[in-house]
């Protein structure tokens, strides 16, 4: 088992920046990928990016890259997602996911941690 929780949420005007933690535990060495996803009100689940742990070769979507930057501390079991110029459209839950497996589904998620982008 792997658990996840995230941190550095919160309220920030349109324009500023946040960095957000996700700090793994339990089996961390199983883990192969790391993700951050997101979701607002009434909205899907959205993919933002992803890092290898081994590699740490990343993916980003294109609704954030240029914006946001994925990076890993596997020292420290952590992932950290840098969000800069963020907009009100960026307002939503952001989650944590880990995956032991090269490729497919994310097996565990976090709690999540609200981001706020204020007008």
């Known amino acids: 088992q792997v658990q996840l929780v995230e941190s550095g949420g919160g309220l920030v005007p349109a324009g500023g920046s946040l960095r957000l933690s996700c700090v793994a535990s339990?089996?961390?060495?199983?883990?192969?990928?790391m993700g951050w996803f997101r979701q607002a009100p009434g909205k899907a689940r959205e993919f933002l990016s992803s890092?290898?742990?081994?590699?740490?070769?990343?993916v980003y979507a294109d609704s954030v890259r240029g914006r946001f930057t994925i990076s890993g501390d596997n020292a420290k079991n952590t992932v950290y997602l840098q969000m800069d110029n963020l907009k009100p459209e960026d307002t939503a839950v952001y989650y944590c996911?880990?995956?032991?497996?090269?490729?497919?589904?994310?097996?565990?998620w976090g709690q999540g941690t609200q981001v706020t982008v204020s007008l």
């Open positions: 890092i290898d742990t081994n590699g740490g070769a990343t």
């Open positions: 339990g089996r961390t060495f199983s883990i192969r990928r």
């Open positions: 996911a880990a995956r032991i497996s090269t490729i497919g589904t994310y097996q565990y």
